[in-house]
Nanobody, 124 residues
């Protein structure tokens, strides 16, 4: 069993920044991908960014490259999402998830465990 707990969401003005955290606990092992997804009201859950267990490989949604940065601290079993230059369209619930596939997956269907989500609201 794996537990994921997100934190760091909140209300921010357009152009501002937030850093989300996702702490993992339980039997997560050592070879996995952790990813961030987001879901806005009335929309499907969409891929944001992912990072492999080693930290050497990252992947981003094309539309978010340059504004969002994913990183990890293995000593703390924590993955971060630094979000800069936020826009109102970034408003969503942000989820972290873990997958043990051999490549980075962007489909939410392939992720095995999910956190409860953290709300990010960007005001114009």
């Amino acid at each position: 069993q794996v537990q994921l707990v997100e934190s760091g969401g909140g209300l921010v003005q357009a152009g501002g920044s937030l850093r989300l955290s996702c702490e993992a606990s339980g039997r997560i092992g050592s070879r996995y991908t952790m990813a961030w997804f987001r879901q806005a009201p009335g929309k499907e859950r969409e891929f944001v960014a992912a990072i492999r267990w080693s930290g050497n490989s990252t992947y981003y949604a094309d539309s978010l490259k340059g504004r969002f940065t994913i990183s990890r601290d293995n000593a703390k079993n924590t993955v971060y999402l630094q979000m800069n230059s936020l826009k109102p369209e970034d408003t969503a619930v942000y989820y972290c998830a873990v997958d043990w596939g051999v490549v980075i997956a962007t489909s939410p269907d392939l992720y095995d465990y999910w956190g409860q989500g953290t709300q990010v609201t960007v005001s114009s």
